[in-house]
């Protein structure tokens, strides 16, 4: 069965600092990798999706991504309160297949 | 553009009774996916829908199924509700990029 590990938390850092959110999986044949963000009570939103090993940078988020550790990172710089939220990692086979295998979530508070 | 939307909100029932939950995907996504969020849990993948054709199910019981009309919109069924069929369900929509855009979800509490 899929698996996808994250630390569910709760992740405290301070207003400005850089929050470190990790992710592993099981199965090795996956392709694409997606965080998405979840406040209370709300649907998950896309932030970054990544399929080839290494970083990719969009604004104040960088995904990494390392295939061979089987291992996927979201660093947040310069975090701001709004960025309190549930982060959700997300695998799947395949760029397009709409499975989604899901960790349960890093709970991250960003401290004012 | 209205993003995905979905019907009910919010919706009691009690076991054994039948729910019947709705999508309406992004205009001009033909794709719809289903997802079961159990409180403090990720979501789970329930089924895919493309051009009114199954794609994909994931591992729930036969109680659950689901359609796509000719308008891409799309209908979730659940029979013999159980105490553990509470969640959020979500709708989610995608066009021919990687991104899937879910809705609002319907929360269903079964008592």
């Known amino acids: 069965q899929k698996e996808v590990e994250q630390n569910s938390g709760p992740l405290s850092v301070p207003e400005g600092a850089i929050a470190s959110l990790n992710c592993t999986y099981s199965?090795?044949?996956?392709?694409?990798f997606f965080w998405y963000r979840q406040y209370s009570g709300k649907s998950p939103e896309l932030i970054m999706f990544?399929?080839?090993?290494g970083d990719k940078e969009d604004g104040r988020f960088t995904a990494q991504l390392n295939k061979a550790s089987q291992y996927v990172s979201l660093l947040i710089r310069d975090s701001q309160p709004s960025d309190s939220a549930t982060y959700l990692c997300?695998?799947?086979?395949?760029?397009?297949?709409?499975?989604?295998?899901f960790g349960t979530g890093t709970r991250l508070t960003i401290i004012p | 553009d209205a993003g995905v939307t979905q019907s009910p909100t919010h919706l009691i029932k009690t076991r054994g009774q039948q729910v019947t939950l709705r999508c309406s995907p992004i205009?001009?996504?033909?794709?719809v996916s289903w997802y079961q969020q159990v409180l403090g849990q990720g979501p789970q993948f329930i089924f895919q829908?493309?051009?009114?054709?199954?794609?994909g199910r994931g591992n729930f019981p036969d109680r659950f199924s689901a359609r796509q009309f000719p308008n891409y919109s799309s209908e979730l069924n659940v029979n013999a509700l159980l105490l553990g069929d509470s969640a959020l369900y979500l709708c989610?929509?995608?066009?021919?990029?990687?991104?899937?855009?879910f809705g609002s979800g319907t929360q269903l509490s079964v008592l």
């Open positions: 989610a929509s995608r066009s021919h990029g990687a991104e899937l855009f």
């Open positions: 199965d090795r044949g996956s392709q694409s």
């Open positions: 990544i399929y080839s090993n």
């Open positions: 997300a695998v799947t086979d395949y760029f397009g297949n709409e499975k989604l295998t």
């Open positions: 205009s001009g996504h033909k794709s």
């Open positions: 829908y493309y051009e009114k054709e199954e794609r």
